[in-house]
């Protein structure tokens, strides 16, 4: 998801827990909220700014391969809706930094481990937009799938963070209903241009499925992470629902999902589907993907780029404030 | 050097007659930025008609210590509520 394969720390048996620690448990059981200067276990505050602060930087490198677009897209209202949503991608990112920093954490400190490899982003957003058509991909599948994992968090244990999830779900849609609104014009159009909606598609299917991680049914650090609610879903409760949502929006486009072993399963109720090359993936996350190293030499020049504004605003605040107490 | 803008708790107000409500935080240099900014992230689809922002270092919280003390006097206070008391129906509506 936007925090893939989050470790978490400090999973502990009930009877080895300390009775802070279990009063504490026994608060998300009761389905409370955890507010920050609430006491928590270390283990709770560090995997939350694990999660939460890859969730930020996902949303700020998610802005990257759209942004690319925005200068080509092919009408004026085209144009402004992709940078609407992309200005929403960083209001996204500001809210959950403003999460994690409750966690005592500061935003330039995550940005810095960001920015020295410390940190991740999801996978997703080292892969190339090269076409118009994988813009509406990447809204149809991409906030999609981010859809799908966010609802659930606003349920999350961590007050702050649910917050920001209500927030972002309440922008989200949109996101995904400009996506598809793309895909329908363009697998409406000439064969041309439904071949490349068809490609686009084929592209983008099995990186948004890897988006929701590996199977963790055996991770101890999932289940550490669902007993303190800060995950409400498996990594494959969330896949299946994903196929099954959006394989009858790929039919009602006319586009074909690219797995021939995608099929009905009666039993289950839900879709049979091919994993994706789970290597594939690993190799992403270890840096070499399409465009990890473009991404951070993007991130990176920006956030070089911008020192000498921050430090100019500052100081221009700081004088002001100096006159104004001086008066 | 470090420049890190200071943090800034923002306040809407959906609508007139309503209270400005707390709704998120941001980073800015200065006041006038602050809600620049928050104009920006926080009211981009209608959501208000008035913004205040002040520094998140300047409010005073209570801690969660004190919720017994500062809030359980008022549970031993039941007879506060309408309901406390028992008013005959033949009364009419009060
Ligand atoms: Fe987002
Ligand atoms: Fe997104
Ligand atoms: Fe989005």
Redesign the pocket.
């Known amino acids: 998801m936007?925090a893939q394969m989050v470790t978490s720390e400090g999973g502990k048996a009930r009877d080895e827990m300390t009775p802070e620690e279990r009063a504490f448990q026994d608060r998300i059981d009761r389905g409370e909220r955890i507010e920050p200067k609430d006491w928590m276990p270390e283990g709770y505050r560090k995997t939350l700014i694990r999660q939460i602060g890859q969730h930020a930087h996902?949303?700020v490198v998610?802005q990257l391969p759209e942004g690319n677009w925005i200068t080509r897209a092919p009408t004026l209202e085209r144009k402004q809706i992709l940078l609407a949503k992309v200005q929403?991608?960083a209001g996204?990112g500001l809210y959950l930094y403003s999460a994690a920093e409750t966690l005592g954490v500061s935003r330039d400190e995550l940005t810095g481990m960001l920015l020295a490899g410390k940190m991740k982003y999801s996978s997703i957003f080292n892969y190339p937009t090269l076409t118009w058509a994988d813009i509406g991909a990447?809204g149809w599948l991409?906030?999609g799938a981010?859809i799908m994992n966010q609802v659930p968090l606003q349920r999350t244990s961590y007050g702050p963070y649910a917050r920001a999830m209500v927030r972002i779900c309440k922008e989200?849609s949109f996101?995904q209903r400009q996506g598809y609104s793309i895909m329908m014009t363009m697998a409406r159009g000439t064969p041309d241009q439904k071949a490349m909606a068809q490609d686009a598609l084929n592209r983008f299917w099995y990186p948004s499925l890897m988006m929701f991680g590996p199977s963790d049914k055996d991770s101890v650090h999932s289940a550490q992470s669902m007993a303190w609610k800060i995950k409400i879903n498996t990594n494959d409760e969330l896949r299946q629902k994903f196929v099954d949502q959006t394989v009858p929006q790929a039919r009602f486009l006319g586009l074909e999902i690219p797995d021939p072993g995608l099929a009905w399963n009666e039993e289950k109720g839900g879709h049979d589907f091919s994993q994706p090359d789970w290597s594939e993936f690993y190799e992403v996350l270890k840096g070499n993907g399409p465009c990890n190293a473009e991404r951070m030499e993007a991130r990176i020049e920006a956030w070089e780029d911008g020192a000498w504004v921050r430090e100019g605003l500052m100081a221009h605040a700081e004088k002001r404030a100096a006159a104004h107490a001086a008066e | 050097m470090s420049s890190e803008w200071p943090l800034w708790e923002v306040f809407i107000r959906g609508q007139h007659g309503l209270n400005h409500r707390h709704v998120g935080s941001l980073h800015a240099p200065s006041a006038e930025m602050a809600i620049q900014n928050a104009r920006d992230v926080y009211t981009r689809r209608n959501e208000g008609v008035s913004i205040w922002v002040v520094r998140s270092n300047d409010i005073a919280a209570s801690a969660p210590s004190d919720k017994g003390p500062l809030f359980e006097p008022s549970n031993a206070k039941v007879y506060r509520h309408p309901t406390f008391f028992d008013i005959p129906d033949d009364v009419g509506h009060m």
Do not use: L, Q, T
């Open positions: 936007y996902s949303e998610g929403d991608e996204h990447v991409v906030d981010a989200e996101h």
